[in-house]
């Protein structure tokens, strides 16, 4: 699955996509990330990709002919053609006001598509006719809104990575697949802190793993993650 980022910080993309899970996807060939810089697609000689916004109001806009052209580039090589011929093509917009992305959009994104194109915008967005003309679905990742679309899109690729077969090592470690908890555990058995050297104003206390984790009864274990879930959703629904 083909990843193309159109972004004026393409080194944002590269250093996220340049390491852990993404890297190990790209080093497997089962992803792949490309971020193109729109600056190299504008015909002002200082690489401008923004204007003032028709309509007034404070903020500059991206203006719509480097993307376009941006995008023209890339959908114009075979594989992608070739994707867009058999519906495996998408674009996405990032936009505080698209749909929300959710893991299930993430299942569907790794399951249906071979190249997904994300549009990161800037200031004030992007000029709207971009999204008309390639035809983009508009995704939010959470009602916040950030200074660009570049975090957005890598949320979205981590998201969608992880849910394309043989990138996680062992499939059992993908969440939906068995009772995951949010209450997680490793060594040491018991932990003490703060340390003894450490010039400490506050006391020292022994924290210890749960019983139920350490018994090896699965059934019980199985429960209690369920119950920790139940509890941590409780808890963040009355904050
Ligand atoms: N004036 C724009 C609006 O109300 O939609 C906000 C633009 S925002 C400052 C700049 C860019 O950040 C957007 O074009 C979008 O690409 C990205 N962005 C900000 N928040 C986002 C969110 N919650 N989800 C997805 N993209 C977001």
Known sequence: MKFHFLTIFPEMINAYTGEAMLKRAKDKKLADFVAVNIRDYSKDKHGKTDDRPYGGGPGMVMTAEPILRAFSKLKATSSAKASARQGKFKVVMLSPSGKMFTNTVAK??????????????????????????????????GDYV???????????????????????????????????????????????WPPASAKATTRQRKYKVPNVLKEGNHKKIEEWRLSTQASSKQKKQTK
């Open 108 to 141: 569907k994104f790794a399951k249906s598509y071979t190249d997904v194109v994300f549009i990161c915008g800037r200031y004030e967005g992007v000029d709207d006719r971009v999204r008309k003309i390639l035809k983009a679905d508009e995704y939010s990742i």
């Open 146 to 192: 950030l200074t660009g679309g570049e975090l957005p899109a890598l949320v979205m690729t981590d998201a969608i990575v992880r849910q394309i077969k043989g990138v996680l090592g062992d499939e059992a470690s993908l969440e939906e697949a068995r009772v995951a908890s949010p209450r997680v555990y490793t060594r040491p058995e018991t932990l003490i």
